[in-house]
């Protein structure tokens, strides 16, 4: 450790071998093995753009082909690594009381033949584009939160069309799905391997939803799921618009409460509480969020095997912002939406390293925070601090001239044969 520093990064290439060496068994061959680390160093490297191409030089290779093939055609288990790095998260960071968030985002692409591809909306881009849309489960627990699972969304349009569906890959039987289905998908999977949660919370979507609302309450397991305005709720007199409820409620009704931290403080809100479904099994709650300046309302629907305050609840409705930071780390800092990939296993084995990067990220923070707390005058490191020290101390390998020039030179060659490709096919055309 520098002389004055409370950091020591010598530590974190020991946790990464130790994270690599629980997804080591998942790989037939060491080949593949070894290429498996360096790629996931390469997603944690400070790259101008994170692909197969720009990865392969950073870890030294020749040309990408071996990148290329550990995603498209090695033999390893996605789902396998997947298991691996949930109970990494878990491990690390577990808790009783913990949120699985469920939310989905797009990445934006061009053409029509990448799997699950076509105009659609994406909260990415706030409007409808021709995007790739994937469903995803963040694990949120005290010392931290990190992505551990994540569905691939298929619209109609593909698993209509099965020529269509084995063209990109996909396998066989694939039926549609909505994104509520996969959100109840990922979390029955995680709650079956006996992971620690209390909670769900996801956006309108998913608590528009019965069945997840359903699945969940058989579990005995709580949720705060947002539901729109006009989401019919029973609140002892019948049923009406939750809205409706709201223009009910009394002044003594909203408390003041914050929903947790954000980039400019505490996020306040007044809140309001009331019983919903009395004659069921539980408690069962319409949360109601009221914003101090713009009046604006949102509305959640709450459930609990047991009676709760209502503090908990605005925690754990808090906590759903933690996917949208997660999404923002994986996409910034593990390239989590820069894969230039079309098949459906690629995009699984992509998207898999990419989050296992991300989750390295976040434990080694907490970690950090737990034995190194910050001095006076400092926050504590986070996952953006330690990608840059990871970058410039530990994971940069020295590359002579020649292998710079090398890669030059395969780049240009690679481009002028695709350009002459291009312009063959569409002279063919005319």
């Not at 709201?246 to 505490?266: D, I, N, T, V």
């Not at 408690?283 to 713009?294: C, G, P």
Request: net charge positive; glycine share 8%; aromatic share 8%.
């Amino acid at each position: 450790m520098a002389a004055g520093h409370s950091v020591d990064p010598a530590r974190w290439p020991g946790m990464f071998d130790e994270l690599m060496g629980r997804i080591a068994g998942r790989f037939t061959r060491v080949e593949p093995r070894r290429r498996a680390r360096a790629f996931v160093l390469g997603l944690l490297a400070d790259l101008p753009r994170k692909n197969c191409w720009s990865i392969a030089e950073h870890a030294g290779d020749a040309s990408p082909g071996g990148m290329q093939h550990l995603l498209a055609g090695a033999r390893w288990d996605a789902d396998a690594v997947r298991d691996d790095l949930r109970d990494y998260v878990t491990g690390h960071l577990g808790d009783p009381g913990a949120v699985l968030v469920v939310d989905e985002t797009g990445d934006l692409k061009k053409g029509t033949c990448t799997a699950g591809v076509q105009r659609q909306y994406t909260g990415t881009a706030g409007r409808i584009e021709n995007s790739q849309v994937a469903v995803y489960l963040t694990y949120a627990a005290p010392r931290g939160h990190a992505l551990i699972d994540r569905e691939l969304y298929l619209p109609r349009s593909w698993t209509g069309d099965p020529a269509r569906c084995r063209a990109a890959g996909i396998p066989d039987g694939t039926v549609f799905a909505t994104k509520p289905k996969l959100a109840r998908r990922m979390i029955t999977r995680t709650l079956d391997a006996g992971t620690p949660a209390g909670w769900v919370a996801g956006d309108e979507v998913y608590g528009a939803d019965p069945g997840l609302r359903s699945d969940l309450e058989t579990r005995q397991v709580g949720y705060v799921l947002a539901v729109a305005k006009s989401h019919p709720v029973n609140a002892g007199a019948g049923t009406c618009r939750a809205d409706q409820v709201a223009a009910r409620l009394p002044r003594s009704a909203w408390q003041l409460y914050s929903a947790g931290e954000g980039a400019k403080g505490h996020r306040c809100y007044d809140w309001a509480l009331t019983s919903i479904e009395p004659r069921h099994r539980g408690y069962r709650w319409l949360l109601i969020r009221r914003n101090r300046r713009t009046r604006e309302l949102a509305f959640y629907r709450c459930y609990s095997p047991r009676h709760v305050p209502l503090a908990t609840l605005v925690k754990v409705a808090g906590l759903r912002w933690t996917v949208e930071e997660d999404f923002q780390a994986g996409k910034g800092l593990a390239g989590l939406d820069e894969h230039q990939v079309r098949r459906w296993t690629s995009w699984y084995r992509w998207v898999t390293l990419a989050m296992l990067a991300a989750a390295f990220l976040t434990v080694t923070a907490a970690a950090e925070h737990a034995s190194c707390p910050p001095p006076d005058g400092q926050i504590p490191l986070t996952r953006n601090e330690i990608a840059r020290l990871l970058t410039a101390l530990i994971t940069w390998p020295a590359r002579d001239a020649c292998h710079r020039l090398h890669w030059s030179t395969w780049r240009r060659r690679h481009q002028h044969r695709a350009r002459t490709c291009h312009y063959q096919r569409q002279a063919r055309q005319l």
